[in-house]
């Protein structure tokens, strides 16, 4: 894919916060798994990071994916900013890349049952498509739709699958490196100008040896 267009307005991404299926390693997709306890704290972090970046939210956009976790990470985060937890709106475009049948299962499990498909996709993870879901190259045209439509500063509550979308579409990261790279859920990948960062709250207790 050619890369970015860099009209588009800064970028404030957010995964959302860990379920127990994050934890056990299952694969979700479009499961709508709530967060669990770890996953509330994340999200307050990000909301916490937010409310340093942005000190003034009058001109910036909230959109999160239509699954719950993404919105209850969305109203955690507004929350913590102090803003009214309900007044964001949701994108069906920012849904998680879907898995098909794979959904509920982890990788091992994947490898055991279906050993050729699971060789397949590890051959090509770009662009292997399980069987009732869809692959990367699909991700990439609908958040590109969405991506092409903001008119200005934004903060989008996603999926690993969405955001890792966004930096090959944004960004200089090549696509084939796309599905293998690691999402956090504590952190926010700030994207302006073709360049990106991940940005964290830092405490007093990081720089203790």
């Known amino acids: 894919m050619d890369t970015h267009d860099q009209t588009v307005p800064t970028l404030y991404l957010i995964r959302h916060g860990e379920t127990d299926w994050n934890a056990r390693r299952l694969l979700q997709g479009r499961r709508d798994i709530p967060l669990n306890a770890v996953g509330q704290g994340q999200a307050a972090v990000s909301g916490t990071c937010l409310n340093w970046l942005l000190p003034d939210v009058s001109q ?4 999160a994916s239509p699954l719950g ?12 900013m ?23 299962l982890n990788w091992q499990q994947i490898a055991e049952r279906q050993p050729e498909r699971f ?20 991700v990439f045209e609908r958040v590109g739709s969405l991506l092409n439509a903001l008119q200005r500063d934004t903060v989008l509550v996603a ?3 969405v955001l ?5 579409l944004l960004t200089d990261v090549a696509d084939v490196e796309v ?14 100008g ?10 007093a207790a990081d720089g203790r040896s």
């Not at 976790?69 to 913590?80: D, K, L, S």
């Not at 890792?164 to 090959?168: E, H, M, Q, V």
């Not at 599905?179 to 956090?184: A, D």
């Open 60 to 63: 910036v956009d909230f959109i």
């Open 69 to 80: 976790r993404t919105r209850q990470t969305m109203e955690i985060i507004r929350q913590r």
């Open 82 to 104: 102090g803003l009214d937890p309900a007044h964001y709106r949701t994108d069906e475009r920012l849904v998680e890349i879907h898995f098909g049948e794979w959904e509920g």
């Open 119 to 138: 060789e397949a996709r590890q051959a090509d993870p770009l662009n292997f498509m399980p069987a009732g879901g869809e692959n990367y190259p699909h």
């Open 159 to 161: 999926h690993a699958g």
């Open 164 to 168: 890792r979308s966004c930096l090959a």
């Open 179 to 192: 599905p293998l790279l690691e999402i956090p859920q504590d952190q926010v990948l700030m994207i302006r």
């Open 194 to 203: 073709g360049k990106f960062a991940w940005m964290r709250v830092s405490t």
